[in-house]
């Protein structure tokens, strides 16, 4: 006998029917017990499931601000990784100072993902969107401000054109001992 078939060979599959044709006495006709009214529970079910999506937009809502917050948190340890890499050109503040200017490049493009689980109708998102926007924005100033400081941002005119002197120092230090 094949699988799914009738035990009559009639080649219906099996099928179940949840539409109550019958003239007999059914749960319908008995009446409700004093104090249980259908209606009111049908309220009370839409009631507590408009409370748990509140709650849950409420949620959202949060988290979304949380997540537009967490750059603040990664600007302090790379300003503190570029004033302890130094103002000196070698291996580890150019790192440093990529490493800067890449994260914030690399979390813009990507701001449409990093908020794509709190879409709701009922979240706003246009303004933790753009507080996190922002907040990459200063992490990117903040690397392009490292490149300057290494001295590798060409602001000089010399900088471009090679047959130019380069600009005369202003300032000169010397160590401590005269000589």
Known sequence: MDKGKAVMGSGRRWAVEFTDNSISNSSRDI???PGFTRA???QDDSAVSRQKKDAEATWKSQKAWEVAQAPMKNLFMMAFMMWMA???VHL???GITFSALFQPINALRGVGKVFEPFKDKKVDLLTPKLVFIALNLVGLGLG???LNTLGLLPTHVSDWV???PPPQEI???AGGIPL
Do not use: A
Request: glycine share 4%; proline share 5%.
């Open 86 to 88: 130094g103002s000196t």
């Open 171 to 173: 300032e000169y230090s």
């Open 40 to 42: 009111s529970q049908d």
């Open 144 to 146: 392009v401000w490292k």
């Open 162 to 164: 090679s047959s130019l």
């Open 92 to 94: 580890f503040s150019i």
């Open 31 to 33: 009446f409700d017990p």
